[in-house]
């Protein structure tokens, strides 16, 4: 059974450090998805990594993925206010599988001005 | 953009009670998924469907079942609702194969069932 591991599940940080969340996960993908959840939302999708150390980055925050590893990494650099959310990394179950994602239990932050 | 509409935000129904949650996406995906969330453990599969009249069981399937009789609508139904299916419900859509683009969420619903 593949899993997904995210941590920390809680995060509080100040706002203008800088912070990572992990996301670990147990069986061969090269195809991870980042979403972010506000409150009371759905699920907004920020990155699609495709292959073995894709790197993408939009605004404060920049995702990596190591299939080697199977590890991909959201960093937040200088963390603002809006940045408080619940972030999920989702992995494609692989081939054939008519594209289902496992998600990890997601990493709830909250950044304190 | 892509748009997945689910019927209801919020729903309070009671135990033994039939439910159905409706989810229409307006892209022509062909891929739609129903999933709950629960605090600590994530999103987690209930169903899902990539083509019409075609269902394939998650990882919870047990309590729900699911019809598919046009393209762009997926319904779950709790056939008997009990307590612990209290939940938020996530609808998702996507292209078949797709495997370069994300799912597409609709709102949610949050179910009560009292």
């Known amino acids: 059974e593949l899993k997904v591991e995210q941590n920390p599940l809680f995060l509080s940080m100040q706002e203008g450090k800088n912070y990572t969340i992990y996301c670990n996960y147990s069986t061969t993908s090269d195809r991870l998805y980042w979403y972010r959840q506000d409150p009371g939302k759905s699920l907004e999708s920020l990155f699609v990594?495709?292959?073995?150390?894709a790197v993408k980055q939009e605004g404060r925050l920049m995702a990596s993925l190591d299939t080697k590893a199977r590890l991909s990494t959201l960093h937040i650099t200088a963390a603002v206010h809006d940045l408080s959310a619940t972030y999920f990394c989702?992995?494609?179950?692989?081939?054939?599988?008519?594209?289902?994602?496992?998600f990890g239990t997601g990493t709830s932050l909250t950044v304190i001005p | 953009d892509v748009k997945v509409t689910q019927s209801s935000r919020y729903l309070v129904k009671r135990t033994g009670e039939k439910v159905f949650l409706e989810c229409v996406q307006d892209m022509d995906h062909e891929n739609m998924f129903w999933y709950r969330q629960d605090p600590g453990l994530g999103l987690r599969l209930i169903y899902f469907s990539y083509d019409v009249k075609m269902k394939e069981k998650g990882d919870i399937p047990e309590g729900y079942s699911v019809s598919r009789e046009k393209k762009e609508r997926f319904s779950l139904i709790l056939e008997s609702a009990s307590t612990n299916q209290t939940s938020m419900y996530l609808c998702?859509?996507?292209?078949?194969?797709?495997?370069?683009?994300?799912?597409?969420f609709g709102d949610g619903t949050r179910l009560s069932i009292l």
């Open positions: 989702a992995v494609d179950k692989g081939w054939n599988t008519g594209n289902q994602f496992y």
């Open positions: 990594l495709l292959s073995n150390g």
């Open positions: 998702a859509s996507s292209l078949f194969e797709s495997f370069n683009q994300p799912q597409h």
